[in-house]
């Protein structure tokens, strides 16, 4: 009896926790007006997680220590996640069809960067890959990311231009994960944005691939329309666009948006 | 256990204090809700559509292929560990019977970031097979076997192992003294003892390798028809084709009630 009661005491105690966090997530969402106390969610792509994290870091400490977090996942991934109506503030996409695909719930995206593709290799190139034609080779392990994510579409398509037939390995969930593959010396080849081997730090490098089998992959930004942090979602947005955000970009090795 | 003792438990059953039935019916529709939310968006017209394209039945004919290959490798490695464990008596049992079971609480992508360490091209072990034999593991359906195998033996390790200190050993020691030789015993004596046993271990075992993710996908990779088992299929249309991505849930559902009611006898004893 005793036993019983001191578990039943234990289960009221819990529930009364998860009444009390619940309470708490609805005081940050009366708050919300106030940028001082909330918290901006931005979905990224995987692709932007260097650069971004950055970014969130001058944003917080510009703005009383506002903090941002983060998802950064394949943007296939993050698009379907808000089309679930997902808490997301703001969305960085690495595409623009994955943009399209949730046109209905974010407010007009704006272009704030651009990326080329490379081949990533291991460090010093073990295999000697040389450019595209290499990679059809059979005993190469290639890594691609899946045809859903945008640099599996990206891939498919310079391939499709450079008219090479690749069967690869694996083709991985989001960008980063290809370039994991490599740097681990599972795979001996993929095709990532150059801002992925930038990140990619000493464990791979690239191969470039000719401007004329290139694609130019585009990086759209927009707000949420269901955000209840509208202001600060539009203050990160600026932050992106602005001279200083194009900076921090660069750094990361992206190309402004291309001018249409 | 005699009646009089299940009786007086049974009694003392229904005196629970009914606060305890709030939180016990929030747990209730806790654990059903989330069951009931698959069932209501499921395309019941379409789903034999959904279910036969080439992509689904791929990962179902995968799924199949791999989690028996687990079961295989389970039964042919961890029958003999579990009769090692049991009637071994050695010197820091207890450290390998908690080593054999780590993989259960593991969370199942460390598993795959640890298998690659070890059976990876560059791993411990992998180096060595890619060097002498040509062997590489990650990205092959024999790589997703392993990363299956990994995280389901220890079920049927844990059920093996049980039902060995169960059983009577009398009948073992009966049979020796008829002069029947070791194997002869196991043969014919000590593993029919333990029938039920390994079986609700075999059953655990291939639920639990049938629905494995974490450590496949980190592992083995991701590649329709080499290394995309179902529930890496349903993760990776659920970002792009979520009516996929539910009839194929619905089948591992469906699969996993089927255990349940397989076991049932064993689990939910209705005496």
Do not use: H
């Not at chain 2, 438990?9 to 939180?23: N, Q």
């Not at chain 2, 209730?28 to 809700?33: D, I, N």
């Amino acid at each position: 009896m005793l036993r019983s009661r001191t578990l039943l005491a234990a289960m009221l105690a819990v529930a009364a926790l998860a009444l009390a966090a619940c309470g708490g997530d609805d005081d940050s969402g009366r708050s919300s007006g106030a940028a001082s106390s909330g918290e901006l969610k931005v979905f990224a792509a995987a692709s932007l997680t260097a650069a971004f994290t950055e970014l969130g870091q001058q944003y917080t400490s510009a703005n009383g220590g506002t903090k941002v977090t983060f998802n950064f996942a394949g943007s296939q991934a993050l698009a379907t996640q808000i089309q679930q109506s997902a808490p997301a503030d703001l969305f960085a996409s690495a595409d623009i069809p994955n943009m399209d695909k949730v046109k209905d719930l974010v407010r007009t995206p704006q272009n704030f960067a651009s990326s080329q593709l490379q081949i990533v290799v291991e460090k010093g190139n073990p295999k000697g890959v040389m450019g595209l034609d290499d990679l059809a080779n059979p005993d190469l392990k290639v890594v691609l990311a899946a045809p859903d994510v945008p640099a599996g579409k990206y891939a498919a398509q310079i391939l499709g231009k450079a008219n090479v037939t690749v069967k690869p390995v694996s083709e991985e969930d989001n960008v980063k994960a290809v370039v994991t593959k490599v740097s681990l010396g599972e795979a001996d080849a993929g095709i990532v944005y150059v801002t992925d081997v930038t990140a990619g730090g000493d464990k791979v490098e690239g191969v470039e691939i000719p401007e004329t089998q290139n694609v130019l992959a585009t990086y759209p930004i927009a707000t949420v329309k269901a955000s209840k942090n509208a202001d600060m979602a539009q203050a990160f947005m600026e932050l992106v666009l602005s001279a200083e955000g194009q900076q921090v970009l660069k750094q990361y090795g992206f190309l402004p948006p291309p001018t249409t | 256990m005699t009646a009089g003792v299940r009786q007086r438990r049974a009694g003392g059953g229904s005196r629970i204090p009914a606060l305890l039935l709030v939180p016990a019916t929030l747990a209730l529709g806790f654990l059903a809700v989330p069951l009931a939310g698959l069932l209501a968006r499921t395309p019941w017209g379409s789903l034999g559509a959904e279910l036969a394209t080439p992509r689904v039945l791929e990962a179902l004919r995968l799924s199949l292929v791999c989690s028996v290959g687990a079961v295989g490798v389970s039964l042919l490695l961890g029958v003999p560990l579990a009769f090692l464990l049991a009637r071994v008596e050695f010197p820091g049992r207890n450290l390998v019977r908690a080593l054999t079971t780590l993989s259960m609480v593991l969370p199942p992508v460390v598993g795959g970031v640890a298998l690659l360490l070890a059976f990876g091209r560059r791993g411990l072990v992998g180096r060595w097979l890619d060097e002498a034999f040509g062997i590489t593991l990650p990205f092959t359906t024999t790589g997703a076997i392993l990363a299956e195998a990994f995280v389901a033996m220890p079920f049927l390790v844990i059920s093996t192992e049980a039902g060995l200190r169960a059983m009577d050993r009398r009948y073992e020691d009966a049979a020796a003294t008829l002069g029947a030789g070791r194997w002869t015993i196991l043969r014919r004596v000590t593993l029919p003892l333990i029938a039920p046993s390994l079986g609700a271990g075999v059953a655990l075992c291939w639920a639990r390798a049938l629905g494995e993710f974490g450590a496949t996908i980190t592992f083995a990779g991701n590649l329709p028809g080499v290394t995309q088992t179902m529930p890496l299929a349903v993760y990776i249309a659920l970002e792009t084709d979520l009516q996929a991505a539910i009839a194929l849930s619905l089948v591992l559902l469906v699969v996993s009630l089927a255990v349940l009611v397989a076991l049932r006898d064993r689990w939910f004893p209705t005496a």
